[in-house]
Structures are given as C-alpha cells and as structure tokens.
C-alpha cells in the first residue's frame, strides 16, 4: 500500500521530460514505481516533476497523461515550466482593446515551439482543453519537506510577496493577461520562476542558441558566490563569446544578481538543458534538465532529507531515438 500523503518516506525529483514519456517509465521503474490502477506508484516515495513536460518530444500527449495521473492519485506533484506557461498563453485570447489576439503572440517563433505539441493533439481537441485547464491548477513553486522547487529560480523576495498576495503558490488565472507587460509584478513572477534570471549582452553582440534562436542575453546563475565576471555567471548551454566571457560586471549587474545562500534548503530546478555526468552545482542547489530530447539523460535526484545534496543520488536514463 503507498504512503498517504504527508508520510512519504523519500522523494524523487525529475526533470524536464518534454514528451520523453518512454523513457519516463523507464526511469520509474528503474527507481521502483510500479503502474498500479492507472497510474505509477511507489510504496514509500512521491516523485516530484519540475514542469515542462509538454514541447519537443514525440509523445507529449502519452508524458502528460503519465504525469497528470500520478498527480491526481497523489503518488507525483508538478510545477509550472514555462512550457506550460507558453500554452496557456499561446492559447489565451486579450481583451479585444488590445491589438495582439493571443497573451503569446502566434509568430514564427512561437509557432514552432508548440507546432509538435499541436500536431500531436489535433485529434484530442478535448484532451487539449482538459490539460490546459489543468496547467493553470499547477503550482509556480513548492516548499516541501526539507526542500524547494521550482522551475527556473528561486527568488525569495518575489515568492514571498506572491504568497502575501495570493495565499498559495497556486497559479492565478487572472495574472496570464497581466504578464504581458513584462514589467508588471505578473510579469516579472511568470519570467523569474519560470525562465530564470539573465543579462543584456553587450550592444551589438549576440549568441545563437542550439535552437537556432538568436540572442541577445543570457541566462545567470542566482547562487553564484562573489561573482566578478559575465564568466562566473553565465548558466546556459549556449557558451559565450570569448571575447566578453571574462567582461567585468559592472556595479549595476551585480547588484541585480541574486544571492541564494549556501545556508539555505536544498533547491531543485529544470530549465537549463545542461549535459555531462549529472551533480549538484553546489551543496544546495541541483538543476535536473539534462537535455533529455535531444538524446540526453531524463534525471532525478533521490532526495532523503540531506541537506548537502550528493553527486550519488541522481539516477538517470539515457534517451535513446525511440525515446
């Protein structure tokens, strides 16, 4: 008989499955969940997702029923990734006084990064309705027991006034049209939590990402300790430009830098499409995105209560092209 919720033993934080949803049984059952009326279950453990299970993958819909099953039976919890986000919003009409149709607008760009999605539900219209519905009843951030998630980044600062705001971590369906304006506090929570942290590039410079998407900043780390150049900063797959890597910051980007605390819980993010052999990137911070689509690992960490996180709980499943 599984634990009931509140008397989990142990859990298994995973990252960004982006429609892997076969390799996401096999790394169940590697970590001992077992398929048991409707949905995977483990006896003492509850698996934690970090969002973005929809986009890029060739079985979104199979990955988002997998999920939603495990949460609803109680045996998972999930985020909000910001490809969730992007649905909501790809999907979300503006109130007709604004000249834009959709919260996210529907150009080429965005086209392509939920074309795969689309595609794979335009024979389920109503299962699409269902799993945007239940998008907007997933949390931006969890505090669990001993631990933090969220998909991008923790800010404390934002979070709190979020919770004092809104009682929960729960998202507001009032705030998707809101977070058009990237200045408004929708805008800012939705970009932070979700997309992270980042600063402008130099004028006139750009870094074209894996994705062929052209860039002009870059995504930062929001524990780095005593950083003094865009080097020490910079967390992404994309690598700067050498000539700026080793750029000083100026005062004005240090000071907007974040500073999560050695001292602090451990905290679990996706996003970041990292590769390598999966470990912490400090003592109490993990990033669990390993690049699972494009033939990565699909990691978790098995998180027991430490509060120095070890390169010895992450287990993984190598994607292989039938993913």
Not at 286 to 301: H, Q, T
Request: glycine share 8%; hydrophobic share 35%; charged share 25%.
């Amino acid at each position: 008989m599984a634990a009931t919720p509140g008397d989990w033993q142990g859990y298994d934080i995973i990252g960004d499955v982006h429609g892997c949803a076969n390799t996401l049984e096999k790394l169940l059952q590697k970590m001992g969940y077992e398929h048991v009326a409707g949905a995977y279950r483990h006896p003492r453990r509850q698996a934690v997702f970090l969002g973005d299970v929809v986009d890029r993958g060739p079985h979104i819909r199979e990955a988002l029923h997998l999920v939603k099953n495990m949460v609803d039976c109680g045996s998972a919890v999930c985020v909000l990734g910001n490809h969730e986000f992007n649905a909501i919003c790809y999907t979300t009409p503006v109130p007709q006084d604004r000249d834009q149709g959709y919260v996210r607008a529907h150009n080429s760009r965005h086209n392509r990064l939920i074309a795969e999605t689309l595609e794979q539900f335009a024979c389920y219209p109503e299962e699409w309705r269902m799993f945007l519905q239940w998008f907007k009843t997933l949390p931006l951030f969890l505090e669990m027991p001993g631990f933090r998630v969220v998909h991008a980044c923790w800010d404390q600062g934002l979070i709190d006034e979020y919770k004092a705001r809104y009682g929960s971590s729960q998202l507001r369906e009032e705030l998707i049209v809101e977070s058009m304006d990237p200045h408004s506090f929708a805008g800012r929570v939705f970009d932070r939590l979700t997309r992270g942290t980042g600063i402008s590039l130099p004028r006139g410079t750009t870094i074209t990402g894996r994705d062929g998407y052209v860039r002009e900043s870059f995504r930062t780390k929001f524990w780095a300790h005593n950083p003094r150049t865009y080097r020490d900063v910079v967390f992404q797959p994309d690598p700067l430009p050498e000539d700026i890597a080793d750029k000083p910051l100026s005062v004005w980007e240090n000071e907007q830098l974040l500073r999560y605390g050695a001292q602090e819980l451990p905290v679990f993010v996706g996003h970041y499409w990292l590769q390598g052999s999966p470990r912490p990137l400090r003592g109490n911070v993990a990033c669990l995105d390993y690049s699972a689509v494009k033939f990565g690992r699909l990691v978790a960490y098995r998180f027991d209560g430490e509060s120095k996180l070890s390169t010895d709980k992450f287990v993984w499943v190598y994607v292989d092209p039938e993913h």
